[in-house]
């Protein structure tokens, strides 16, 4: 079992930034890909962004130019970087674990985590 734990969600103006966190044991970033997904009331799960353990990452096209995910070994942890948040960037966002980048892109999730709320004012 893997525990992920979510971070730094929030309410910000259309435009503005906010970057989450995802706290994970050092050895998933080993073992699996990471990745963020979100999902925004009365829709299905949609995939954000992946990072596979070679470090290769994709991303939506909905996100590209705008979000950025990374990670910091050190600190054991999965970042999202989101810029220039617009309204509909508005749900809950997930971190997740996977056996694969390709996997992950799939909605192959072996572990979830809680959910981080983003809202995005206009």
């Known amino acids: 079992q893997v525990r992920l734990v979510e971070s730094g969600g929030g309410s910000v103006q259309s435009g503005g930034s906010l970057r989450l966190s995802c706290a994970a044991p050092?050895?998933?970033?080993?073992?699996?890909?990471m990745g963020w997904f979100r999902q925004a009331p009365g829709k299905e799960r949609e995939g954000v962004a992946v990072?596979?353990?070679?470090?290769?990452?994709t991303y939506a096209d909905f996100v590209k130019g705008r979000f950025t995910i990374s990670r910091d070994n050190a600190k054991n942890t999965l970042y999202l970087q989101m810029n220039s948040l617009k309204p509909e960037d508005t749900a809950m966002y997930y971190c997740?674990?996977?056996?694969?980048?390709?996997?992950?892109?799939?909605?192959?999730?072996?572990?979830w985590g809680q959910g981080t709320q983003v809202t995005v004012s206009s």
């Open positions: 990072l596979g353990t070679d470090g290769s990452t």
């Open positions: 050092g050895y998933a970033y080993v073992i699996y890909s």
């Open positions: 997740a674990a996977g056996p694969s980048l390709q996997s992950l892109n799939a909605g192959r999730v072996y572990y």
